[in-house]
């Protein structure tokens, strides 16, 4: 009996861990695509995963000023919690130049241009595979 308990807690382990990088991706990609409908300049997905223990993908975005940034902000984070995903922290959110939005699995980067081209990210973790979030 207890062998058939610890088998079926076995398989529901690999079921959840096959499908948690698809729904992980799938956020990612959806936040993503909030930021570009919300007048983002530039949105960018990083894959972490070979390079950082902390997190799997980093999304680096741009907008022109900060009430931009702090609306698409409050955008995805809305957007998120009706996937019932919602932040670890928020940091930056009231000064708005460089907002982080940490998830665990991913880390969303929501900068003004100049913050972003000042700190570039994208230079930094340059040898991070880039992913597809179009249609």
């Known amino acids: 009996m207890i062998d058939?308990?610890?088998?079926?807690?076995?398989?529901?382990?690999?079921?959840i861990e096959k499908t948690?990088?698809?729904s992980?991706?799938?956020?990612v990609r959806?936040?993503?695509?909030?930021?570009?409908?919300?007048?983002?300049?530039?949105?960018k997905i990083l894959d972490m995963r070979s390079r950082l223990i902390i997190t799997d993908y980093f999304i680096i975005i741009s907008a022109k000023n900060t009430r931009l940034t702090q609306r698409i902000e409050e955008d995805i984070c809305f957007n998120l919690k009706k996937l019932k995903l919602y932040?670890?922290?928020?940091?930056?959110?009231?000064?708005?130049?460089?907002i982080l939005i940490d998830y665990d699995d991913f880390v969303i980067h929501v900068f003004t241009e100049e913050f972003r081209?000042?700190?570039?990210?994208?230079?930094?973790?340059k040898d991070s595979a880039e992913i597809k979030w179009e249609q």
Do not use: C, H
Not at 24 to 27: F, M, S
Not at 33 to 38: G, R
């Open 4 to 15: 058939k308990i610890k088998q079926k807690e076995k398989i529901k382990a690999k079921i």
């Open 20 to 22: 948690k990088p698809d």
């Open 87 to 98: 932040p670890k922290n928020i940091t930056g959110a009231s000064e708005g130049n460089w």
């Open 117 to 125: 081209q000042f700190y570039d990210l994208e230079r930094l973790w």
């Open 24 to 27: 992980i991706l799938n956020a």
């Open 30 to 43: 959806s936040a993503a695509k909030i930021a570009d409908e919300k007048k983002a300049d530039y949105v």
